[in-house]
Antibody, heavy 123, light 107 residues
Framework: QVQLVESGGGVVQPGGSLRLSCAAS????????MHWVRQAPGKGLEWVSF????????YYADSVKGRFTISRDNSKNTLYFQMNSLRPEDTAVYYC????????????????WGQGTLVTVSS | DIQMTQSPSSLSASVGDRVTITCQTSQDIRSSLNWYQQKPGKAPSLLIY???NLETGVPSRFSGSGSGTHFTFTISSLQPEDFATYYC?????????FGQGTKLEIK
């Protein structure tokens, strides 16, 4: 079965950096686009970024554009999220999620989710 | 960006009730609308994709309908395990966006 396991969250000071990882198994990772979605404490879901199955075509929410970078290593079945210039408003649980359709240039539905990793930005 | 208006934001209902949640979008998104369930402390899970398609393994008491700008999500007979928060999500236009959520509570 599909399994997505995030890691790399933690507490960081404003202006700091973190790199999240998402280890994927149970499906052909290189065939599917991948998303990052976040959820601030007590709030709703916010889509943050999408990366096409082959690593081309990256998309970001305006709230993180220019600060965060999504990438993947298909040889390691791993998705990454480099987060720089972190702000207190970036505090959230970050979920990686698998896109529901293979070989898509843009995202569709998110059919499998990891358990999430908490990022706390605070001095 | 497409604006999502999900209603109601909260809802109290009893086991066995029929429940409906609506999602309206600021632009025509055809049928590019999905529904998710999230329980406290857990990741969301996909229930309905493309407005009306039931995800594999999801009970048939869940259903979705609509197209264009108006969408409906229905639980035909509430079960105890259905008390959760539900979100709609569009993917017709970038950026993908979620509704604000509907918290379904036990009456």
């Amino acid at each position: 079965q599909v399994q997505l396991v995030e890691s790399g969250g933690g507490v960081v000071q404003p202006g700091g950096s973190l790199r999240l990882s998402c280890a994927a198994s149970g499906f052909t990772f290189s065939n599917y686009g991948m998303h990052w979605v976040r959820q601030a404490p007590g709030k709703g879901l916010e889509w943050v970024s999408f990366l096409r199955y082959d690593g081309n075509n990256k998309y970001y929410a305006d709230s993180v554009k220019g600060r965060f970078t999504i990438s993947r290593d298909n040889s390691k079945n791993t998705l990454y999220f480099q987060m720089n210039s972190l702000r207190p408003e970036d505090t959230a649980v970050y979920y990686c999620a698998k896109d529901g359709m293979g070989y898509q240039f843009l995202g569709t539905w998110l059919d499998s989710w990891g358990q999430g990793t908490l990022v706390t930005v605070s001095s | 960006d497409i604006q999502m208006t999900q209603s109601p934001s909260s809802l109290s209902a009893s086991v066995g009730d029929r429940v409906t949640i609506t999602c309206q979008t600021s632009q025509d998104i055809r049928s590019s609308l999905n529904w998710y369930q999230q329980k406290p402390g857990k990741a969301p899970s996909l229930l309905i994709y493309d407005a009306s398609n039931l995800e594999t393994g999801v009970p048939s008491r869940f259903s979705g309908s609509g197209s264009g700008t108006h969408f409906t999500f229905t639980i035909s007979s509430l079960q105890p395990e259905d008390f959760a928060t539900y979100y709609c999500q569009q993917y017709d236009n970038l950026p993908p966006s979620f509704g604000q959520g509907t918290k379904l509570e036990i009456k």
